[in-house]
């Protein structure tokens, strides 16, 4: 078959499934907002907003011809918005309850960014909708796609319950969610309306002026969360800078820290690695800085100061140089690559494992989490023996990349 026809089979495929499954996603789409809103209010929450949208044809077909071998994911989007930045990873977790998540498919596009570049900031992901018989079950917790989950504990996502078989996964609506704060949401609707509805491409000084936009919105957000914060906190008196969120705290900290981005560049060229972007380092930070009880920006300074040396030990004893250096088992073709806030990654790691604090939030299994407590507990007890000399027996005794839970085996002792 000539391939223009045979791309003209697929997207008439691609139509007929649309509208099969149209009248579907039009019902689910009320409930959708519904059953969102009310999780999150029964969270808690207050200062947000859901909207949901199904895909006109038009636009539809037109994402299919431009790569007609590939399912479309957001034929139903759902868009939750918050007033604070400092809200969003909870309320992602909240969300995550309704849903069986796709965690290859999570993406955090404020991290795909340069270091100096402002823009685009989301955090997107698709899942399905479980279904009972016809009728779409929008309670209970569903265990994430792919065994690892969001948390550490048994492989599951948020609430722990048990994963439906993967015929019902698979037929299940689709649905991607968007989450963003009101501010983030109001640039980038103008920026798409203006960019891509423009007949003609923007000129240079408008591409200036969107970029100015978006880092005074993204100061403003970390303005209100701070506001917010010694608003609640104005009874125990100020605190020093640490609003955004945790994002926000911690970003800075990476960023602007001489010791943290000392330790970034030790690590790099010991591990003798490519420096650049890893997809999805956000998050595993933000959960290690938490497991870490890191919560404020004092605490992290505080705890960085204590515990980089071990930090430093752990990543030469444990990283990986030959697969993904966070997710050796969840994306262990990925290939190894540095980041920033590589040091705060392991150090936060460290001194959670040494304090017997879980990881939750995670996508390195349980198993991986033991072997790196083990190696942390040993190095820690031993401040004086070679990391390179543990990670030469490291090697030898640990799982291999990929590996899931129920494959790891105890490292015993180390030495």
């Not at 899942?127 to 969001?150: F, K, L, Q, W, Y």
């Not at 027996?393 to 990349?401: D, E, I, L, N, T």
Request: with cysteine; net charge negative; aromatic share 8%.
């Amino acid at each position: 078959m000539d391939p223009r026809d045979q791309d003209e089979a697929l997207v008439a495929a691609q139509l007929d499934r649309y509208d099969r499954e149209l009248r579907r996603y039009r019902k689910l789409r009320s409930r959708i907002e519904a059953d969102f809103a009310k999780r999150l209010e029964a969270a808690g929450y207050k200062y947000f907003h859901v909207s949901a949208r199904v895909k006109s044809r038009e636009s539809f077909e037109r994402k299919v011809r431009r790569a007609p071998d590939r399912e479309v994911q957001d034929i139903l989007g759902v868009r939750v918005v918050a007033n604070f930045e400092g809200d969003l990873p909870g309320m992602e977790q909240i969300v995550r309850e309704a849903l069986i998540v796709d965690d290859d498919s999570w993406v955090d596009k404020s991290e795909l960014l340069p270091i100096d570049a402002f823009g685009y900031r989301s955090v997107q992901f698709v899942g399905r909708i479980p279904e009972a018989g016809n009728e779409t079950v929008m309670t209970g917790s569903i265990r994430a796609v792919g065994g690892s989950g969001t948390g550490s504990s048994g492989g599951s996502g948020a609430g722990g319950a048990a994963s439906p078989g993967a015929d019902e996964a698979s037929d299940a609506p689709q649905i991607e969610v968007q989450l963003r704060t009101a501010l983030s949401d109001t640039w980038s609707e103008l920026e798409h309306d203006f960019r891509y509805k423009s007949a003609r491409q923007l000129p240079r000084e408008v591409d200036r002026l969107f970029a100015l936009s978006a880092a005074l919105l993204e100061q403003a957000d970390d303005n209100l969360d701070q506001i917010r914060r010694q608003v609640d906190d104005r009874e125990s008196g100020p605190t020093r800078g640490d609003g955004g969120g945790e994002r926000g705290y911690i970003g800075r900290f990476i960023q602007y820290d001489g010791d943290a981005r000392t330790l970034d560049q030790i690590l790099t060229a010991t591990l003798d690695l490519p420096f650049g972007v890893v997809t999805g380092s956000g998050r595993e930070l933000r959960s290690v800085v938490r497991a870490a009880g890191w919560m404020q920006y004092d605490a992290l300074v505080d705890g960085f100061a204590e515990y980089s040396e071990l930090g430093r030990r752990l990543a030469i004893a444990c990283a990986s140089t030959t697969n993904d250096i966070l997710l050796t088992d969840a994306e262990p073709l990925r290939p190894p690559r540095s980041f920033r806030g590589i040091g705060v990654y392991w150090t936060a790691l460290a001194a959670a494992l040494v304090a017997g604090a879980e990881i939750r939030e995670s996508r390195v299994p349980d198993g991986r989490i033991a072997e790196y407590r083990t190696v942390a507990t040993y190095l820690y007890e031993h401040p004086d023996v070679s990391a390179l000399d543990v990670r030469r027996r490291y090697q030898a005794v640990a799982a291999p990349p990929g590996s899931a839970d129920g494959s790891f085996a105890d490292l015993g002792d180390l030495g």
